[in-house]
């Protein structure tokens, strides 16, 4: 057998060839993609945006597969893709042109989030006040607090320090505080929910 046939592993109902790079992929997209979406869309605040986040952010970790040796370290990875490359979409002069509007010109809704089945009524209300606040900091409240990622784990996503993950989570929270109205707070005595 020869190493080309040996790399050969599937067939699609196309007729196309997947190698064992591909099958690998694959199988890693399908599990996965549904979370990177997500965080794509807590990255940038909009459906579209977060698509091609995604998009961009998985072409470059396809031509990196081969390179990841530690397989564990692929959601790192990947993560570490999308903030990267959501923080070089802002550098672009075009995108500071463009604005992203939830209503299409005809005032149709351009895309239905994806709702939490225990929301109750202020899940929209809270990001809209998470996503005032700067790229770095909303970027360390997803990975903190959406992704659920320690300290050391956002610190290596993010490629600065512990101590600045540190103090970055705590100007972005005090900037929550201050920004959050009144009718969002918790009450007191629910706060150790």
């Known amino acids: 057998m020869t190493d080309s046939a040996a790399a050969v592993t599937a067939q699609s109902r196309t007729g ?13 997209l399908e599990a996965r993609q549904g979370r990177l979406l997500r965080t794509a ?3 940038t605040g909009d459906q579209h945006q977060a698509e091609d986040l995604l998009q961009t952010s998985l072409a470059k970790l396809y031509l990196a597969w081969d390179r990841i040796r530690d397989r564990g370290s692929i959601d790192g990875y990947a993560r570490r893709i999308m903030v990267n490359e959501n923080n070089s979409a802002w ?16 005032g149709a809704p351009s895309g239905t989030p994806v709702r939490d089945q225990y ?3 202020v899940c929209d209300a809270v990001w809209q006040i998470v996503q005032t606040l700067p790229r770095r900091a909303r970027a360390v409240v997803v990975l903190r607090y959406y992704e659920q990622l320690s300290e050391a784990e956002t610190a290596e996503v993010l490629g600065v320090s512990v101590g ?12 929550l505080r ?4 009144a009718t969002l707070r918790p009450r007191e005595g629910e706060e150790e929910r």
């Open 41 to 43: 869309y807590l990255l």
């Open 178 to 181: 201050e920004r959050t109205p």
């Open 164 to 175: 600045t993950v540190k103090s970055q989570t705590s100007r972005a929270m005090a900037a």
């Open 91 to 106: 550098r672009k002069p075009w995108k500071r042109r463009e604005h992203a509007t939830d209503f299409a010109a005809e």
């Open 119 to 121: 929301d109750e009524g």
């Open 16 to 28: 196309t060839v997947m190698t064992d790079r591909d099958a690998d992929f694959t199988a890693y």
